[in-house]
Structure formats: structure tokens, C-alpha cells
């Protein structure tokens, strides 16, 4: 029996139940739950982001059990969700005794003590250690408060080969370029604000991490990655060969962008290289970056004919739902959304609503879609100056 102290409360996520200290006791002056003030970390507002992984794991493994370690796993809500709604069998681990005393009580409470194992040791230290033991490792999460950066490189050690590894990335303000020192300093990239900055911050994030595993003859390969709230998520296919990630590395680029006009256009390196300086003079470089596409096509439709088919057994997937059915209509297109009241303004052209805008592109030929990064951003594949004299029509 688990005493459940005054100070604590049951909540309920998922198939999930898990004792946490009552957040009603860790609220800001403004009346908004700061998880960051309570003893153990739960975030509340990270629930999408779990019942996306959810999803994610259970039509990718397909319903097959698979082993996963999640590194910095607080009270555990994640892992014991991986075990009662997708299968999966593993290891929550936590360097903090406080999240560790939760954890396993949670692990006691859900009674899922025969697969899952709660482990109280630093996360790269428990990853290489676990490599080093022989353990195939078929899924890591690592979900830290701020960069995953400090982690990757355990990571790509640890996982076994064709294994996934999911990435969150919280700190949004140096990728989006609101912090461009940090930024630089953390992912080895050069931002620039732009109309479009949500996106770049993605791109920077995958391809920083894209260039860490390289180096260690790993090539990461984005199934799924989106923003979402406050963070970044990215789902990799772990491919251990040098000649995979050399192949990878040629998604690795630059975008050249007319703060001007907002054209933008994605570069190899060898190509910025080769450029003449008249042709850059005006340009702004930001990179490198993942320049490849954000998601896997086949991934997107095997997530949403799961979805299909479970949605009315888990009734929070539906914002699940919304979610990949838009990423699989945007990423057809693999160009920078654009903000379409920027474009509108620039040419000092009154802002028709969006719809119209993208069913005039349509009509025009076209493909464009509605983002997911932004309400008033257009994703197109019509060149950029077709485009700006569609806009002088208005």
C-alpha cells in the first residue's frame, strides 16, 4: 500500500497515475503553476509532447514490445506511459534522489514494476555504461530542461544501430534567434531574425545534432520533427555507418536571405563557396542548418492510420491528429514558410484573409499549405518573384 502524503496528489495522464507534490502549492504571484518550483519536476503543459510520443512509438514499433531508456525522466509520467500505451519495456532514470523516491512510487503505483526499472545515476554516465554492457538500446528519449546538446553524443553511442533517439529542445529563444550569442555558442550556428525564425530554429537544432552524431560514424536521419508551445521535438532514425552519415551530411546547409524583400533560399555549402561576393553582398548568411526535409512521409501516414484507428480509445489524440494530418500537407514542401502579412506589408498591400491567399497561389498552379509553426505563415512552392506579383494583384 502507498501512503499518499497531504503535501501530494494523484493526477491522472494517459493511462497513466502518478504522485507528484501538489501543484496547487508551487504557484506563481499570476496564479500559473511553476513546475520548476516543486520538489520533483511534472510539467502539465508537457502532456501533448508525451501523448505525440505515444503515438509515435506505438505505430512505429507496431505494437511489438521494444526496449528504451529515458535518461532524464523526472517522476516518470513518460516512461510508465511508454509501458501501458505502447509496449515499451526499459529504464527511467533521474540523477536527482527526490525524482528518483517518485519515480518509484509511481512505478509501484501503476504495478509495472516487471518492465520498467527506475535508475538514480548522472545520464551520460548511465547511457555509456549501459552501451558498454551489450544492452540494445531500441529508443532513447531525452527530454531536458533547456539544450539536449550535453546529451547526443551518449545517445548516438548508446542506441542500437537502426534504433530512434527523440529529442526536446526548450530553449527556443537562443534558436530562434532571439538570443544569437547563445545561440552560436550552443549549436555552432549563425541566426538572423527573420519572418520565418520558428522554422530556422528547427533546422538549426537538427542540424547541430545531425553534426555531433557524424562524428561518431552516426548518421541521424529526421522522421518527425515539429514545434510546438514552448519547445522543439525531433524523432531520428539512428543509421551507424560512415558512409550513411556522409550521405546525411549533404542535408547540411545554409539559407541566404534578403532581409529586404524576405526571399529566402536554401544553400549547400559547396555552392555558398562558389558564390561571387556580388551575389551575397546583400544576403544574409544563417547557418549551417538542416536543409533537408522535417519529416518522413511514410512515418506521417503509418502515425495517422494509427490515429484512425485508436483515436476514439484515446480522445486526447485528436489534437494529435490535427497535428501530423497538417504535417503531412506542409511538408510536401520543403522551402521556408512565409510570414504572408510580411509579404502583404512590404507591398504596402491591404492583408486579405489567408485562405484566400493560399487558394489564389493554388489557382495560380501552385501548391501551399497552412503552417504549423505559424497562423499567419504560407508554405508554397511558387518561386519567390511569381509570388510577389500575385501579391501585387490584391
Known amino acids: 500500500m502507498i501512503k499518499i502524503h497531504e503535501w501530494e496528489k494523484i493526477i491522472t495522464e494517459g493511462k497513466a497515475k502518478i504522485i507528484v507534490p501538489d501543484p496547487e502549492l508551487f504557484k506563481r504571484p499570476d496564479g500559473v503553476y511553476e513546475p520548476a518550483w516543486a520538489p520533483v519536476f511534472y510539467n502539465p503543459r508537457a502532456a501533448f509532447n508525451r501523448d505525440v510520443a505515444m503515438v509515435f512509438t506505438a505505430s512505429y514499433f507496431k505494437g511489438k514490445e521494444y526496449f528504451f531508456v529515458e535518461p532524464l525522466a523526472g517522476c516518470g509520467i513518460r516512461s510508465i506511459r511508454y509501458v501501458l500505451e505502447s509496449c515499451g519495456i526499459g529504464i527511467a532514470n533521474d540523477i536527482d534522489p527526490i525524482a528518483y523516491y517518485y519515480m518509484t512510487r509511481n512505478i509501484e503505483l501503476n504495478r509495472v514494476q516487471d518492465k520498467l526499472r527506475a535508475f538514480n545515476s548522472e545520464a551520460n554516465t548511465l547511457l555509456n555504461s549501459l552501451r558498454n554492457e551489450g544492452l540494445i538500446i531500441n529508443y532513447i528519449d531525452i527530454d531536458p530542461y533547456g539544450t539536449p546538446i550535453p546529451f ?166 485528436e489534437n494529435v491528429y490535427k497535428l501530423i494530418n497538417m504535417l503531412s500537407q506542409e511538408y510536401k514542401i520543403n522551402v521556408p514558410y512565409y510570414r504572408y502579412d510580411k509579404l502583404f506589408g512590404k507591398m504596402k498591400k491591404n492583408t486579405p484573409p489567408i485562405n484566400i491567399f493560399v487558394n489564389s497561389i493554388r489557382e495560380s498552379g501552385y501548391e501551399a499549405y497552412r503552417t504549423h509553426f505559424d497562423p499567419k505563415g504560407v508554405r508554397t512552392n511558387m518561386p519567390f518573384k511569381e509570388l510577389i506579383d500575385l501579391i501585387r494583384t490584391f
Do not use: Q
Open 152 to 317: 547526443i553524443d551518449s545517445a548516438t553511442y548508446a542506441i542500437a544501430k537502426h534504433g530512434v533517439i527523440a529529442v526536446t529542445a526548450t530553449d527556443t529563444g537562443p534558436l530562434n534567434c532571439s538570443h544569437p550569442n547563445v545561440c552560436y555558442r550552443r549549436y555552432n550556428a549563425i541566426c538572423y531574425k527573420t519572418d520565418f525564425s520558428k522554422e530556422a530554429g528547427l533546422r538549426i537544432l537538427i542540424g547541430a545534432l545531425v553534426r555531433r552524431a557524424t562524428s561518431h560514424d552516426v548518421g541521424l536521419r529526421p522522421l518527425l520533427a515539429y514545434y510546438h508551445d514552448y519547445y522543439y521535438r525531433v524523432y531520428f532514425l539512428a543509421l551507424k555507418s560512415a558512409k550513411t552519415a556522409d550521405s546525411i551530411l549533404s542535408n547540411i546547409g545554409y539559407i541566404l536571405y534578403d532581409k529586404d524583400t524576405f526571399e529566402r533560399t536554401f544553400i549547400d555549402e559547396k555552392r555558398l563557396l562558389e558564390m561571387k561576393p556580388s551575389e551575397t553582398r546583400d544576403k544574409t548568411i544563417i547557418g549551417p542548418l538542416w536543409i533537408g526535409k522535417l519529416a518522413d512521409e511514410e512515418i506521417l501516414a503509418n502515425i495517422l492510420n494509427y490515429l484512425e484507428k485508436h483515436i476514439n480509445e484515446y480522445p486526447y489524440y
